[in-house]
């Protein structure tokens, strides 16, 4: 999330400040852990803190009687779960991830992951399909779970690898979003609501009139809940410089350039979502065709540099 290394990687929060709290004993797992995951939830509190990652989930312990099951998954049997329903009433937003049992024998989701209030986020691949990975819902008394969901198979990260797989890496990428939401509101009102915040994110994805038990309500659009939340009216937005669009039947990216600029030429930049630069041109006219025939199916982001400006837009390419 504050990842900022210019020119190959850019975190979701960068401008963000952070606290790290590490409640999780990795020798052992007893029910212990989430005594120590409220503890930790309750500093965040008294430090005021507005958003929260956690890539914790608790299902199983060393000591089989500690065991939570299905029917435990309500939210009000683990007190990690309980903890995490009160800090979303105090005005934290909670995301956590629902955990990666999608292809164990548990399948389930698990605690705090189980939680009223919060935003539980489960894992897609590239092409928005669900990861083989991503824990199931819904909570044992029918909420929708998880609510929302992200890239969770190859998300960028800053390792020699340079990407990583799992539920724990698809919450940090709906908690950095919210951050720049919460940033970006603060601008221009004086407070914000919990609830309001996490309805309108499942409002905006994609299968909210259809959710499921694996992705929920799906990919969620904050641009769809800054309009929601009237931010383009108070802030001047200025107008785009372009507009591109994906042709499925010849494999083809279509630019269409609008006249804001008095410059010439303008150069085009597309890069997968891992920050990888898979195509340059330099253009003239209005309108640009560029063939991405061999790109692999997935989100890019094409840039236009203009006049030593550039516009950002991203694309789907199936």
Not at 307 to 314: A, D, F, H, L, Q
Request: charged residues 20%.
């Amino acid at each position: 999330m504050i990842g900022n290394l210019l020119g190959k990687y850019l975190g979701a929060a960068p401008k963000s400040s952070y606290w790290l709290i590490r409640t999780e004993y990795a020798p052992t797992e007893y029910m212990v852990e989430t005594d120590f995951w409220t503890s930790g939830i309750e500093f965040a509190d008294s430090v005021g803190i507005d958003v929260v990652n956690s890539s914790l989930v608790y299902t199983e312990f060393d000591d089989l009687s500690m065991n939570f099951t299905y029917k435990d998954m309500n939210g009000k049997v683990s007190r990690a779960s309980r903890a995490a329903s009160l800090a979303a009433k105090k005005g934290i937003i909670v995301c956590n991830s629902v955990g990666n049992y999608g292809s164990s024998l548990w399948q389930y989701l698990g605690s705090p992951a189980d939680a009223d209030g919060i935003i539980t986020v489960g894992a897609v691949i590239s092409t928005g399909s669900p990861s083989i990975l991503s824990s199931y819902g819904p909570s044992s008394e029918g909420r929708v779970k998880p609510e929302i969901c992200a890239l969770g198979i190859s998300t960028a990260f800053v390792d020699k690898n340079g990407s990583v797989n799992g539920t724990s890496y698809a919450s940090p990428v709906i908690t950095g979003t919210v951050a720049c939401l919460i940033q970006a509101l603060k601008e221009t009102k004086s407070y914000f609501d919990v609830e309001s915040i996490r309805t309108l994110l499942m409002q905006s994805s994609s299968a909210y009139h259809n959710p499921t038990d694996q992705l929920g309500y799906d990919i969620p659009d904050f641009d769809k809940v800054l309009r929601y939340l009237n931010f383009y009216d108070s802030k001047k937005v200025e107008p785009s410089n372009f507009e591109p669009n994906y042709d499925a039947h010849d494999k083809t990216i279509h630019i269409v350039l609008f006249n804001n600029s008095k410059t010439t030429e303008k150069i085009i930049r597309i890069y997968s979502i891992t920050g990888c630069k898979m195509l340059e041109k330099t253009i003239t006219g209005t309108i640009s065709i560029l063939p991405v025939n061999k790109f692999p199916a997935g989100v890019y982001l094409v840039s236009i540099y203009d006049n030593g400006k550039m516009e950002s837009k991203k694309i789907v390419v199936r």
